[in-house]
């Protein structure tokens, strides 16, 4: 069953319509529905195309967050090969909410690493809804090193609110974690790809996220703290979301213009979670233009401009 925004109600009312005309044809053969859900369908597609080329920051984030939208698993299963995970930091466990691996893409050696939400409650506590412990950072820098010494490119996508934040995870050494993840990403010398495909939250995203190419899907969001975090440090309040999302450009969009990104990866008309698998092909004919175009730049060359990308963000930029 398709899950609405509340910015769909309209949507949803005109589809829940069709689903009724649909079920009263099951029941009653000779009941002639063609003409008037082709109608309701025209409306419906005209309702979602209009609501989609008009959406606010903070609606940006509900699509991000969509429980339908593919996650890492989605483009792990449909994008690679020989998929083989590759499990722990060898120094304290396996982190869930990181997954990393060994796979081909389109016949390539690649490293593969990305957040996973989950999918239903089990799925999502087994992941922790995405947010990465200190072993998770530890586990990506393992493979960074691991990539770089044997020469394989790194494809990493993004998906997550946050590292984790608890008590366990400062007791572990989550900003250390983090720092030397981010370290390690911007040594390597291979091309590395990054792809927001939901959220890219702090430096939870930045950590298996300094790639020399960076894109986001049309409807992924990326951005220093949550919308609610940020208005409940400014205002004191967490229902100024809205206005957080807005202040804090993490559009896609935005982040191009800022020059955070490199481009930008269309998605469906309606989001990623209407058509999951037209999204995901997306992503992957943007991994392998990126991969042609990277392969014809030394090693050094590589992390050399990784860096200077990083460097330069934010300078002699009016906000």
């Given amino acids: 069953m398709h899950t609405y925004l509340d910015f769909e109600r309209p949507i949803a009312e005109v589809e829940g319509k069709i689903v009724e005309l649909r079920k009263l044809a099951e029941e009653d053969p000779a009941l002639q529905i063609d003409s008037e859900v ?5 409306r419906a597609d005209t309702l979602v195309k209009d609501a989609y080329a008009k959406l606010t920051p903070w609606q940006k984030v509900q699509v991000a967050r969509h429980p339908g939208r593919p996650h890492f698993t ?3 299963k449909n994008l690679f090969d020989e998929f ?5 930091d060898r120094s304290f466990g396996d982190d869930h909410a990181i997954i990393t691996a060994l796979a ?46 044997f020469g394989l490119p790194v494809i990493s996508l993004v998906d997550t609110s946050g590292a984790y934040n608890g008590v366990a995870a400062e007791e572990r050494g989550q900003s250390e974690a983090i720092a ?23 430096g939870g995203a930045l950590a298996i996220a300094t790639g020399n190419r960076v894109y986001m899907l049309e409807h992924a969001v990326y951005s220093v703290i949550s ?12 229902d100024k979301q809205q206005e957080a999302a807005a202040a804090m450009r993490i559009s896609a969009q935005d982040c191009l213009s800022l020059k955070v990104i490199d481009a930008i990866i ?29 392969d014809k730049v030394p090693g050094d060359q590589l992390r050399k401009d990784r860096r200077e990308k990083y460097l330069a963000m934010g300078r002699n930029l009016a906000i």
């Fill in 266 to 294: 269309p998605e469906p008309v309606g989001g990623a979670h209407r058509a999951p698998e037209e999204a995901i092909l997306n992503v992957g004919e943007q991994i392998a233009r990126a991969l042609s175009e990277l």
């Fill in 38 to 42: 082709a109608r309701l369908q025209t």
């Fill in 84 to 88: 083989t995970p590759l499990a722990g």
């Fill in 227 to 238: 919308p609610e975090g940020c208005a409940s440090i400014l205002w004191r309040k967490s």
């Fill in 74 to 76: 989605d483009y792990a």
């Fill in 180 to 202: 030397r993840s981010t370290q390690a990403g911007l040594q390597v010398r291979v091309p590395f790809i990054t792809v927001v495909i939901g959220e890219g939250g702090s």
């Fill in 104 to 149: 081909r893409f389109r016949g390539r050696s690649v490293m593969v690493m990305g957040h996973e939400k989950g999918n239903d409650t089990k799925t999502r506590l087994k992941h922790n809804f995405g947010m990465a412990m200190p072993e998770g950072y530890r586990k990506s820098e393992r493979m960074f090193e691991m990539a770089d010494r």
